[in-house]
T-cell receptor
Framework: AQKITQTQPGMFVQEKEAVTLDCTYD???????LFWYKQPSSGEMIFLIY??????QNATEGRYSLNFQKARKSANLVISASQLGDSAMYFC?????????????FGTGTSLTVIP | EAEVAQSPRYKITEKSQAVAFWCDPI?????LYWYRQILGQGPELLVQ????????DSQLPKDRFSAERLKGVDSTLKIQPAELGDSAMYLC????????????FGPGTRLTVL
């Protein structure tokens, strides 16, 4: 089974509107971390936001927020007030466990296009 | 701000040739990762180091790929011989010793095998 599933290959959003990028995960480990990264066409992966499995509140970082629904095993990224510079690939990732040696699992990504 | 350095940024080679990529993590970061990202897919872990030791190389094609981090600082990933299917982006990332809450990625090396 896939550890991380992103079902939206491509998304479009009007500038200044909000958009939600979906992510579901699969793990039986009670301790894990969920991440979102942005990858512009230049190729570099840019960290956006992190949610720990024991965090009680949804993570927020500026215009980014993570809608964490533990029972549904979903960790959707919400981008508010979209900007043209938000056009990029977005990857959801998970780290299982809380030890240093655990690896990260990435989804297949969602391509976001912001329309002027 | 400290960054992960990678070189070269782009590499074009012919199949059966040898190629090498270099990564210098953020100073003090104990954990170093090499990922391969095929176009249209998410990154796939190839090898993970903790200091100079390999923690996970289960997805590394060991018949042609090798990786080392001799002094626990910078790292080299080598492919010999390169195959057409190796064309991809090779990403290096690092994490601090006491936290894997995030990984800091370098700009990547885009490899094209002709």
């Amino acid at each position: 089974a896939q550890k991380i599933t992103q079902t939206q290959p491509g998304m479009f959003v009007q500038e200044k509107e909000a958009v939600t990028l979906d992510c579901t995960y699969d793990t039986s480990d009670p301790s894990y971390g969920l991440f979102w990264y942005k990858q512009p066409s230049s190729g570099e992966m840019i960290f956006l936001i992190y949610q720990g499995s024991y965090d009680q509140q949804n993570a927020t970082e500026g215009r980014y927020s993570l809608n964490f629904q533990k029972a549904r095993k979903s960790a959707n990224l919400v981008i508010s007030a979209s900007q043209l510079g938000d056009s990029a690939m977005y990857f959801c990732a998970m780290r299982e466990g809380d030890n240093r040696g655990n690896q990260f699992y990435f989804g297949t990504g969602t391509s976001l296009t912001v329309i002027p | 701000e400290a960054e992960v350095a990678q070189s070269p940024r782009y590499k074009i080679t012919e199949k059966s040739q040898a190629v090498a990529f270099w990564c210098d993590p953020i100073s003090g970061h104990a954990t170093l990762y090499w990922y391969r990202q095929i176009l249209g897919q998410g990154p796939e872990l190839l090898v993970q180091f903790q200091d100079e030791s390999v923690v996970d190389d289960s997805q590394l094609p060991k018949d042609r790929f090798s990786a080392e981090r001799l002094k626990g600082v910078d790292s080299t990933l080598k492919i010999q011989p390169a195959e057409l299917g190796d064309s991809a982006m090779y990403l290096c990332a690092s994490s601090p010793r006491d936290s894997t809450d995030t990984q800091y990625f370098g700009p990547g090396t885009r490899l094209t095998v002709l």
